[in-house]
T-cell receptor, first 114, second 114 residues
Framework: KAGVTQTPRYLIKTRGQQVTLSCSPI?????VSWYQQTPGQGLQFLFE???????NKGNFPGRFSGRQFSNSRSEMNVSTLELGDSALYLC?????????????FGPGTRLTVL | AQSVTQLGSHVSVSEGALVLLRCNYS??????LFWYVQYPNQGLQLLLK??????LVKGINGFEAEFKKSETSFHLTKPSAHMSDAAEYFC????????????FGSGTRLSIRP
């Protein structure tokens, strides 16, 4: 099976712009989660989608949003970018996102905000 | 609330030596625990997972971890380090309140000396 894919791999934006990141989960996986990784804060959970519905959300401002399509592909959007949004954004998928299900990660999108 | 603590942000061992990466968890319920590895400029790869079936869990690349309830620990070991093991390692727990959310430790960077 193909793994989790994320596009683009690298992105450079300026403050105030918005950005959309894309994630394709492993075939058959219906749960997609997003994480932000920074040197200072480590890995932080953004949100999770299951069957096109946001099922769980982390402690991030409303500028961070996402959606999931009927084929389980997911997009994440960040509006009004700030310098602090520079990070590696990781997408992970699991079959159903149930307790004990490991998550399988994509290579990430490196976002740099100038 | 669950959490994991990784002791030592950086561990350095000689090639061929024992690798021991420490992780302690905090959970009021039986936890689901994971170890992930991240190579430079890549996403996270699942090494192994504990889901209460057995206390000694074998993973990929020769790694294993032992769940010790009395010590609330889930340390990762490998008998003989290879240069290719140099990476960042993350201990993680599945959040009880939100099964799809994984809570990560701060990570341990493993360096291998020739």
């Amino acid at each position: 099976k193909a793994g989790v894919t994320q596009t683009p791999r690298y992105l450079i934006k300026t403050r105030g712009q918005q950005v959309t990141l894309s994630c394709s989960p492993i075939s058959g996986h219906r749960s997609v989660s997003w994480y932000q990784q920074t040197p200072g804060q480590g890995l932080q959970f953004l949100f999770e989608y299951f069957s096109e519905t946001q099922r769980n959300k982390g402690n991030f401002p409303g500028r961070f949003s996402g959606r999931q399509f009927s084929n389980s592909r997911s997009e994440m959007n960040v509006s009004t970018l700030e310098l602090g949004d520079s990070a590696l954004y990781l997408c992970a998928s699991s079959p159903a996102g149930t307790q004990g299900d490991p998550q399988y990660f994509g290579p990430g999108t490196r976002l740099t905000v100038l | 609330a669950q959490s994991v603590t990784q002791l030592g942000s950086h561990v350095s061992v000689s090639e061929g030596a024992l690798v021991l990466l420490r992780c302690n968890y905090s959970s009021s319920v039986p936890p689901y625990l994971f170890w992930y590895v991240q190579y430079p400029n890549q996403g996270l790869q699942l090494l192994l997972k504990y889901t209460s079936a057995a206390t000694l869990v074998k993973g990929i690349n020769g790694f294993e971890a032992e769940f010790k309830k009395s010590e609330t620990s889930f340390h990762l070991t490998k008998p003989s380090a290879h240069m290719s093991d140099a990476a960042e390692y993350f201990c993680a727990v599945s959040a009880y309140s939100s099964a799809s959310k994984i809570i990560f430790g701060s990570g341990t960077r493993l360096s291998i000396r020739p």
